[in-house]
Every structure is written in structure tokens, then in C-alpha cells.
């Protein structure tokens, strides 16, 4: 397994090079927040599913996407609404058996 830390980010390829990452906007704000997470992930014939969850000790939040291999899109948007916390947002991409890389970044949401 290889980490690499890029900014605040943690990146994480379980096997082989980096398949995915994350870009979290802001990364600090004030309740009610609006954050936009951009998820891109390398298209190869082994992705199948793509998940992106943002949890705090209070609130948690998901989207999950299907993928079709080398023919899926490149990059995802989501904007979520979050109240106040400390967020771990979290993303992964995964063939059909097992997660094979995720990132993560954390967002602090003040009241």
C-alpha cells in the first residue's frame, strides 16, 4: 500500500498508481454550509462503483455512482448542504469485488 500526502489531502492506491481524487470547496465556512466536492477518477476497465460520504459525530451524507469502466465520466460534482462539524469527506472508486483507492479531506463547518 502507498500513501502520499498532497496539501491536507490524504491519497490512498491500494494497488498500482493513483486512481482517484478529491477537491473540496471550502474547506472552512459557517453553518449552513454549501460544499462542493469535485471526485475524478481515471477511467479503466476494472471501475465499477464510485462512492463519496461526508460524516461528522452528528450528520452523514452519500452519493454513490455506477461506473462503466473506460467508457465512465472522467470527473463528479456534488454540492451538499451540511450543518455544523468536523467532516471527514471520503471518496472511492471499486471493481466488482473491493475498494481499490480512496482520498479524503477534512472540512470544518463552524456554527
Do not use: K
Not at 500526502?5 to 472552512?28: C, E, H, T
Not at 481515471?42 to 455512482?65: I, V
Request: aromatic share 8%; charged share 20%; proline share 7%.
Amino acid at each position: 500500500m502507498r500513501a502520499w500526502m498532497l496539501g491536507v489531502s490524504i491519497l490512498v492506491a491500494l494497488d498500482g498508481p493513483l486512481r482517484i481524487s478529491l477537491n473540496v470547496s471550502p474547506r472552512l465556512t459557517s453553518a449552513p454550509a454549501t460544499i462542493r466536492c469535485q471526485v475524478s477518477i481515471d477511467p479503466r476497465p476494472e471501475h465499477r462503483a464510485a462512492h463519496l460520504e461526508a460524516s461528522s459525530d452528528d450528520f452523514y451524507r452519500s452519493s454513490a455512482w455506477q461506473l462503466e469502466g473506460e467508457n465512465a465520466p472522467r470527473t463528479f460534482w456534488v454540492e451538499w448542504r451540511l450543518p455544523a462539524g468536523d467532516y471527514q469527506v471520503i471518496a472511492s472508486v471499486a471493481d466488482a469485488n473491493r475498494v481499490l483507492a480512496t482520498v479524503r479531506q477534512s472540512v470544518l463547518v463552524i456554527p
